[in-house]
Nanobody, 120 residues
Framework: QVQLVESGGGSVQPGGSLRLSCAASGRIFSIYDMGWYRQAPGKQRELVATITNGGNTNYADSVKGRFTISRDNFKSLVYLQMNILKPEDTAVYYC??????????????WGQGTQVTVSS
């Protein structure tokens, strides 16, 4: 079984920082793009940032200059460093990865989500 498990969420004051981590585990043959998405109450899930296995990154305009996505290919980890957090960053953050299993099955996987709350 292949899964993604996030950690690092929590509550922080505006202007603060948090670092999210996501670990992929299971019978993984290869991991392609990885990314972070978020969903605020009453809103649709939206892209935050993505990173290819070559290290190319893409960010939502709302987080450019504040958030940084990175990955460790050897450890099958992806990170999201979030700085200068704003109340509008409050959401459940989901890890996402396109992975191929050792059985040759390619699928887009989601983590269970981690809550980030920015409030004074």
């Amino acid at each position: 079984q292949v899964q993604l498990v996030e950690s690092g969420g929590g509550s922080v004051q505006p202007g603060g920082s948090l670092r999210l981590s996501c670990a992929a585990s299971g019978r993984i043959f290869s991991i392609y793009d990885m990314g972070w998405y978020r969903q605020a109450p009453g809103k649709q899930r939206e892209l935050v940032a993505t990173i290819t296995n070559g290290g190319n990154t893409n960010y939502a305009d709302s987080v450019k200059g504040r958030f940084t996505i990175s990955r460790d290919n050897f450890k099958s980890l992806v990170y999201l460093q979030m700085n200068i957090l704003k109340p509008e960053d409050t959401a459940v953050y989901y890890c996402n990865a396109e992975m191929v299993t050792t059985g040759g099955y390619e699928h887009n996987y989601w983590g269970q989500g981690t809550q980030v709350t920015v409030s004074s």
